[in-house]
């Protein structure tokens, strides 16, 4: 089975842009899970989308919004970029959240300059 | 409410054992352990779920006290291939919102 891919794997932005992350589980999986991850905050939880439906919400600020396509595929978007956005954007597929395991992609590394 | 682990790093020498626990101060549904080399996504190593059920890798051992909110990885005989930073998540409410603590950075060492 192929594992879950992230596009695209580096991206460079200016303050005040926005910016859209693609996710693409393993197949089969329903659920999508994002993360972000800085050496200072560690790895913090964005939202999780199962079935197109957003399921949770970390305590990020609404400029972090994020969809799933009927396919699973799944798009977070950032808008109006701050600096401290730069980080390593995650992604990660499970069968069904909640007690299933859960894969990760590469992972995004967005720079916001 | 992140969850602490500790201790924040240990070095080893190849075959020692060690151990990383995980404390959270809310009550748990399941604790999730996963390790991280540098420049790579978090690979998947244990579920421990609320009534004891456990899910992982069969290499990987590790224990959940539901009533302390706690668990520990428990690591033996270590091998070069285990140096990463292991991280545990915590889900209160069955619904896999994960939050995971700050990381353990484990170094073995020849």
């Known amino acids: 089975k192929a594992g879950v891919t992230q596009t695209p794997r580096y991206l460079i932005k200016t303050r005040g842009q926005q910016v859209t992350l693609s996710c693409s589980p393993i197949s089969g999986h329903r659920s999508v899970s994002w993360y972000q991850q800085t050496p200072g905050q560690g790895l913090q939880f964005l939202f999780e989308?199962?079935?197109?439906?957003?399921?949770n919400k970390g305590n990020f600020p609404g400029r972090f919004s994020g969809r799933q396509f009927s396919n699973s595929r799944s798009e977070m978007n950032v808008s109006t970029l701050e600096l401290g956005d730069s980080a390593l954007y995650l992604c990660a597929s499970s069968l069904q959240g909640g007690a299933y395991e859960q894969y990760f992609g590469p992972g995004t590394r967005l720079t916001v300059t | 409410q992140q969850p602490v682990q500790s201790p924040q790093a240990v070095i080893l020498r190849e075959g020692e054992d060690a151990v990383i626990n995980c404390s959270s101060s809310?009550?748990?549904?399941?604790v999730h352990w996963y390790r991280q080399k540098h420049g790579e996504a978090p690979v998947f190593l244990m579920i421990l779920l609320k009534g004891g059920e456990q899910k992982g890798h069969e290499k990987i051992s590790a224990s959940f006290n539901e009533k302390k909110q706690q668990s520990s990885l428990y690591l033996t005989a270590s091998q070069l291939s285990y140096s990463g930073t292991y991280f545990c998540g915590t889900d209160s409410s069955n619904t896999g919102k994960l939050i995971f603590g700050q990381g353990t950075t484990l170094q073995v060492k020849p």
């Open positions: 809310k009550a748990l549904y399941s």
């Open positions: 989308y199962f079935s197109e439906t957003q399921r």
